[in-house]
């Protein structure tokens, strides 16, 4: 079976209420990962858990959520969008239901489980609506509104789960998504319309060796990237075997799928010269804006010294730059070529990271929140004309396919630089003190004048032998922060040199899609 779309049909309702039909779902699918990220120790302990155990809520809804995008494109050959999405918000709210059932933390997993195979194929298929109910003239727009879902709702969810656990309860996290799971699934029943789908015997067979791969590699993935820094990577022979398992598992994939006759995923897609250089850039914009989602709280708690509360505060007014951005860029890349939009985006990043090198153990609030607006709304300067660009080329048939690649595979790049990050930061800081205590010498007059004033500070009130060790110590804490701070740094600047380093990828973009037959 395959799904053919009829235009005709989209364009009977006002493209608008489609894109907020469908967006709803795509909102909550992705809120529900962040907004549970911040209840993490209330759950840990309402259930007697640890931090590791309790962040298993977190990973098995994503890795549940990520094992379905593989198959997007054949539900939608098979069903069609209009059932996958009414299955899929079903299940996400039935994940739900359960979450608010479990009586321990076992329970509670594999509800998330549930709920995260019930999110996979939203916002794939989310996206493959948008692309088909507006004129290719107006796409600018469709992603713009994408864009408001795919990067407002993951820096927008721990607010909202913050709020509803500061002031309810972890499990309103849950509750708040039944009546909007409700809501979504009578919007779609109703408004989107039906896709006719035509036999095909090739569509029957379901590619199992492919799947089993991908999903094999996927979740040594995720064990690799969650479980990495607690037992020191590579150190650890398992670490080694579950990431020999998944470079086996992926390889086995791509060449299972280009030689099978019936591939899960037609990954030739990839041939596409918008499609490949878009998603590659696409990605970057998402390693951007998560590294710097982790990077800027550890800079401002462990630097700072602000409190968890109030460095998630300082982090806000990004999904407010974001949500501007958004809308703002969705109208003017009708006007300004979607390329020169992502190279000027691109450009922001790269100066608003750079700007953030000039940060320091004294730095105000409004220095940390000023850099971070400057970096989403470029961001979001570049998200929408990058997207829109990746799926230009491509015919209508392969939208929900290309869209569920799309998202497979910034998923995987997101999760590895936001796993690998915070290893960064720690073996950074290592190697920046290893150079510092090097320093650390009478010999070096700069130092010894620092010791000697120390000494006469803690002399006043300390023995001479106890001011010296206090002295000495007091040097070294500062020799240690002043490392970490080279190491954030050093993340920053090689944040910015990424975003300089795509942008010869957005020049080889096409501008323009090619004339099709009418189907």
């Known amino acids: 079976m395959k799904e053919v779309v009829d235009t005709k049909q989209y364009k009977k309702i006002n493209p608008y209420i489609i894109a907020f039909t469908v967006l709803l779902p795509a909102f909550l699918a992705l809120a529900a990962s962040s907004a549970t990220n911040v209840c993490q120790p209330n759950i840990a302990g ?125 499990q309103w996290v849950f509750i708040i998504n039944i009546p909007l799971c409700i809501l979504s699934l009578l919007l779609v029943k109703i408004l989107l319309p039906e896709s006719e789908i035509v036999r095909e015997k090739y569509n029957k067979r379901f590619d199992y060796a492919g799947y089993i791969s991908v999903v094999v590699a996927m979740a040594c993935l995720q064990i690799v990237l969650d479980k990495g820094e607690q037992f020191n990577w590579f150190d650890t022979p398992w670490i080694c075997i579950l ?31 918008n499609y490949f250089f878009g998603t590659f850039v696409s990605s970057f914009l998402n390693i951007m804006l998560y590294s710097t989602l982790l990077l800027v709280p550890m800079f401002s708690q462990n630097l700072l010294g602000y409190s968890p509360s109030a460095s998630g505060l300082a982090m806000f007014p990004r999904a407010i730059a974001c949500f501007v951005g958004l809308i703002i860029v969705g109208e003017v890349s009708r006007y ?93 800081s290592q190697v920046h003190s290893n150079y510092l205590v090097g320093n650390l010498s009478p010999n070096n007059p700069l130092f010894y004048h620092k010791l000697a004033m120390a000494q006469h500070k803690f002399s006043t009130y300390f023995a001479p032998f106890t001011a010296a060790k206090k002295a000495g110590g007091s040097l070294y804490k500062q020799m240690l922060l002043q490392a970490k701070l080279c190491s954030f740094y050093d993340a920053f600047q090689i944040l910015a040199l990424l975003a300089i380093l795509v942008i010869p990828m957005v020049l080889i973009l096409k501008t323009k899609a090619p004339k099709r037959k009418a189907a």
């Open 46 to 170: 309402y259930f007697g858990a640890t931090p590791y155990e309790a962040n298993t809520v977190v990973t098995s809804y994503i890795i549940s959520g990520g094992l379905m995008l593989p198959i997007t494109g054949f539900l939608v050959k098979n069903f069609g969008k209009k059932k996958v999405m009414l299955y899929s918000i079903a299940l996400f709210c039935i994940g739900a239901i359960f979450c608010l059932l479990a009586v321990n933390l076992p329970m509670l997993i594999l509800a998330r489980i549930v709920q995260g195979i019930g999110s996979g194929c939203i916002l794939p298929v989310c996206q493959a609506v948008l692309l088909e109910s507006f004129a290719i003239e107006k796409r600018g727009v469709a992603m713009g509104l994408f864009g408001i879902a795919a990067m407002f709702s993951p820096l927008a969810g721990p607010f909202m789960g913050g709020y509803l656990t500061d002031n309810l309860s972890w």
């Open 336 to 428: 300004v070529e979607n390329r020169v939009l992502t190279i000027i985006g691109l450009l922001i990043i790269g100066g608003s990271l750079i700007s953030m090198t000039s940060l320091n153990t004294t730095a105000s609030m409004q220095s940390i929140i000023i850099p971070n607006i400057i970096l989403c709304f470029g961001v979001a300067v570049a998200f929408i004309p990058i997207t829109s660009l990746s799926f230009l080329t491509l015919p209508a048939s392969k939208n929900a396919e290309a869209a569920g690649m799309h998202a497979l595979f910034k998923n995987i790049v997101t999760a590895m630089a936001t796993a690998l990050s915070a290893t960064f930061i720690s073996r950074a």
């Open 243 to 273: 990431t020999g398992i998944c470079i086996f598992s992926f390889i086995f994939f791509i060449v299972w799928e280009l030689e099978y006759k019936y591939p899960l995923v037609d990954i030739r897609i990839f041939k596409d010269r």
